[in-house]
Nanobody
Framework: QVQLIESGGGLVQAGTSLRLSCAASGRTVSTYYMGWFRQAPGKEREFVTTISWRTGNKYYADFGKGRFTISRDNAKNTVYLQMNSLKPEDTAVYYC?????????????????WGQGTQVTVSS
C-alpha cells in the first residue's frame, strides 16, 4: 500500500502561483509514476502531469506546459506541483496519484493509489 497526503491548496488570484506537495509513505515508490490530476465541479477527473520516480521523466497535459512544473525530492519522498500564471479555469480539486510499473500514465484508472485531494481556487 502507498499512502499519499497532499497539501498546499488554497485561494489565490489569477496570475499568481501556488505549490502543491504530495508526501508518499508505505511501499517504496522508487519504480512508480507519481502524478497529479484535477477535477472541477461537474467535470471528469483529468490528467495534469506525472513524473517517473526512477528516471525523472516528466509528462504534462497541454494546458500545463509552460505553466506547471512537477518535481520530486527523493530524500523526502515528496512530489511537488509548481503552478504559475494561474487562471480561473485551473480551479479544481487537485489529487496526487501513484502507479507502479509501466503502461498508461495519463488515465486516472491506471493509478491505484490516491490522496484525499486539495482544493485550488483561482479568483479573477
Amino acid at each position: 500500500q502507498v499512502q499519499l497526503i497532499e497539501s498546499g491548496g488554497g485561494l489565490v488570484q489569477a496570475g499568481t502561483s501556488l505549490r502543491l506537495s504530495c508526501a508518499a509513505s508505505g511501499r517504496t515508490v522508487s519504480t512508480y509514476y507519481m502524478g497529479w490530476f484535477r477535477q472541477a465541479p461537474g467535470k471528469e477527473r483529468e490528467f495534469v502531469t506525472t513524473i517517473s520516480w526512477r528516471t525523472g521523466n516528466k509528462y504534462y497535459a497541454d494546458f500545463g506546459k509552460g505553466r506547471f512544473t512537477i518535481s520530486r525530492d527523493n530524500a523526502k519522498n515528496t512530489v511537488y506541483l509548481q503552478m504559475n500564471s494561474l487562471k480561473p479555469e485551473d480551479t479544481a480539486v487537485y489529487y496526487c496519484a501513484a502507479r507502479p510499473g509501466i503502461g498508461d500514465i495519463t488515465t486516472p484508472q491506471a493509478y491505484p493509489y490516491w490522496g484525499q485531494g486539495t482544493q485550488v481556487t483561482v479568483s479573477s
